[in-house]
């Protein structure tokens, strides 16, 4: 089911650079997607008619950092990291210029997930399941951060809309969603978000079950944050930020 959102609304993949798989599910398959992802542009999947297709992702999968780039699961498609690493990265973008942003819509996206470092990100009706961090520590480096997804870069802005996020793994801080910005005119946007069950490893002592964000303009409307636990912050924790919006946010 499509969730309508006030910021963002689902892009026209009507005519895409790449289609992944040629209409049968042994087609889609984590090479035929490195060869799409590289070129950046609109990406589609072809698995066959009906089929709900679940891909195997055993290395991190490059998105491209010159092209802005749209992964369109259609509802059917899932990427499955085998708890074996970061699904989706991105970590050479140039500060210099507002391109590329990479947007994921209608994917469901489990164990392993997502790490971004200098490209914008728009998430819309797609679904992040027990991913967890690969790493321990709290310093960027060290990959303990956002068991789903986590987000550095100077100048980017993220928005997140109909999407659910559950039973998220992170290892210091977020379950769900680590955000570091480094200036207070970056927006982070989340429209009818679940935040459920995510959680901080009991070793971690960490902070922020739901999410982690520092610093930018946060606004979080039509969203449940429940359930989440951490050593501190279960919830929400936010630091140095310019301005926080919650409009009815079920926690």
């Known amino acids: ?125 797609s679904h992040f399941e027990t991913n967890t961090a690969t790493g321990n520590g709290g310093n960027l480096g060290n990959g303990g951060n956002g068991g789903a997804i986590s987000f550095d870069g100077l100048g980017r802005n993220n928005t997140i809309c109909g999407t659910r996020c559950t039973g998220n793994q992170a290892n210091k801080f977020d379950g769900p969603f680590f955000r570091i910005s480094y200036n207070v005119s970056e927006k982070h946007i989340f429209d009818n978000v679940l935040a459920d069950s995510n959680f901080i490893s009991i070793n971690g002592n960490g902070l922020a079950g739901g999410f982690y964000i520092q610093g930018g303009t946060v606004t979080i409307r039509n969203g449940t944050i429940a359930d989440n636990s951490a050593t501190g912050a279960g919830g929400i924790f936010f630091v140095n930020d310019k301005s926080v919006t919650l409009n009815n946010v079920n926690h």
């Open 1 to 125: 089911m499509t969730i309508s959102c006030d910021f963002c609304a689902l892009r026209n993949t009507s005519k895409p650079t790449s289609i992944v798989g040629n209409g049968t599910p042994a087609s889609c398959n984590q090479s035929a997607l490195v060869a799409a992802l590289l070129k950046g542009g609109i990406n589609i999947f072809n698995c066959g008619s009906g089929h709900n297709i679940t891909i195997n992702i055993n290395v991190s999968l490059q998105i491209s950092s010159i092209n802005d780039t749209i992964i369109d699961g259609a509802g059917i498609a899932t990427l499955n990291g085998l708890w074996r690493t970061r699904i989706l990265k991105f970590d050479s973008g140039d500060f210099l210029y507002s391109t590329p942003t990479l947007t994921v819509q209608r994917l469901r996206l489990s164990n392993g997930a997502l790490g971004i470092l200098g490209s914008g990100l728009i998430i819309s009706n």
